[in-house]
């Protein structure tokens, strides 16, 4: 059964710095992973999708990459700003068309 | 404006009091599943829809049944609550098999007493 783990749970860092956000997963027989945002009270945003056969996916501050191999991916969020405090998800589809997500880490840039 | 509707928002309701949660989605997608959110075990799937008439099976279905009979909704029925389904619920939809980009409903938060 796939098990999708988030490493830190909770993270602060002060304005203006470079973060990294972990996720693992235990069965590398994926589609796709792909990394969400979560506002409180809101309902969770598509941030970036990297399809099983790439290595990473960039969007503005943001770089996902994927090593399908050892089952680990990484949100790499440049110059940090308050805006982008939030839980930030991750979650894999596998066979049988179902998506799995981590728990989450909870971010919080401070100005 | 392209989106992912749940209706209600909030409610609270009592042990055995069938009840419905609406979802709807603008966006002529073919896939849309339900999730539930608890603290400390993220976000589990509940139930998913390939295409209208098409339904099956997530992590978490016991004591849920779901329905397509049009291709933009897909209600999340709960035939007897219990307290254990107090949840945040989301819906969500792609375009079509789920290994692309989901959008998410606003969420529904249930309080069963």
């Known amino acids: 059964k796939q098990e999708v783990t988030q490493i830190p749970a909770a993270l602060s860092v002060p304005e203006g710095e470079n973060l990294v956000l972990n996720c693992s997963f235990t069965d590398s027989a994926i589609y796709n992973l792909q990394w969400f945002r979560q506002d409180p009270g809101k309902g969770l945003t598509s941030l970036l999708l990297?399809?099983?056969?790439?290595r990473e996916q960039t969007s503005g501050r943001l770089n996902a990459s994927l090593d399908k191999s050892s089952g680990r991916s990484t949100l790499y969020i440049a110059a940090s700003q308050p805006g982008d405090s939030a839980t930030y998800l991750c979650?894999?589809?596998?066979?049988?068309?179902?998506?799995?997500f981590g728990a989450g880490t909870i971010l919080r840039v401070k100005s | 404006e392209a989106q992912v509707t749940q209706n209600p928002r909030y409610l609270i309701t009592v042990t055995g009091k069938k009840l419905t949660v609406t979802c709807s989605q603008n966006m002529n997608h073919e896939y849309m599943s339900w999730y539930r959110q608890d603290p400390g075990l993220g976000l589990r799937q509940i139930y998913y829809s390939m295409n209208v008439e098409v339904t099956d099976k997530g992590d978490v279905p016991e004591g849920y049944k779901v329905s397509r009979k049009e291709k933009r909704n897909f209600p999340l029925i709960l035939e007897s609550p219990s307290p254990n389904q107090t949840s945040l619920y989301f819906c969500?939809?792609?375009?079509?098999?789920?290994?692309?980009?989901?959008?998410f409903g606003p969420g529904t938060r249930l309080l069963v007493l």
């Open positions: 979650a894999v589809t596998g066979y049988g068309n179902k998506l799995v």
């Open positions: 990297i399809q099983s056969s790439q």
């Open positions: 969500a939809s792609s375009p079509g098999r789920v290994s692309e980009t989901q959008y």
